[in-house]
């Protein structure tokens, strides 16, 4: 079972990276559109890019039940934050629908196999 923390970890990396490395081509696939500076730029490197980088990696690294119980603890913010906005903000429902799914699927996996059961 543990493969599958790796699994997961190593998916929040590789999708961290897609911000960390290439901001430009994320923006526009989270509906994000950085103006009048490249502020925008820098903020998709590090809050969806370079934190799930080291999200991912750390918990690899680290290894423990808990470093994967904790990046599950952050994936239920995420979805949190996310199923709030299909209430609050009507952003585009099948897409906000889509990641909110893959979010509480990890947080589901991570927080009950890791924090709840192991």
Same mark, same amino acid.
């Given at each position: 079972?543990?493969? %599958? *923390? %790796?699994?997961? @970890?190593?998916?929040?990396?590789?999708?961290?990276?897609?911000?960390?490395?290439?901001?430009?081509?994320?923006?526009?696939? !989270?509906? !994000?559109?950085?103006?009048?500076?490249n502020m925008g730029l820098s903020e998709i490197r @590090? /809050?969806?890019?370079? !934190?799930f980088v080291a999200l991912g990696l750390g918990a690899? !690294?680290?290894?423990?039940?808990?470093?994967?119980?904790?990046?599950?603890?952050?994936?239920?913010?995420?979805?949190?934050?996310? +199923?709030?906005?299909?209430?609050?903000? /009507?952003?585009?429902? /099948?897409? @906000? +629908?889509?990641?909110?799914?893959?979010?509480?699927?990890?947080? @589901?996996?991570?927080?009950?196999? *890791? +924090?709840?059961?192991?």
């Open positions: 079972m543990d493969i %599958i *923390n %790796i699994i997961l @970890a190593a998916l929040t990396a590789v999708f961290g990276a897609f911000g960390f490395i290439a901001p430009r081509w994320t923006a526009p696939v !989270l509906d !994000l559109e950085p103006i009048r500076t @590090a /809050s969806t890019g370079g !934190l690899i !690294l680290i290894g423990t039940p808990m470093a994967y119980g904790m990046m599950g603890i952050a994936y239920v913010g995420a979805a949190s934050g996310r +199923l709030l906005s299909i209430f609050m903000d /009507s952003p585009p429902r /099948s897409k @906000a +629908l889509l990641y909110f799914a893959i979010e509480a699927a990890f947080a @589901a996996w991570l927080v009950g196999y *890791n +924090l709840i059961v192991a």
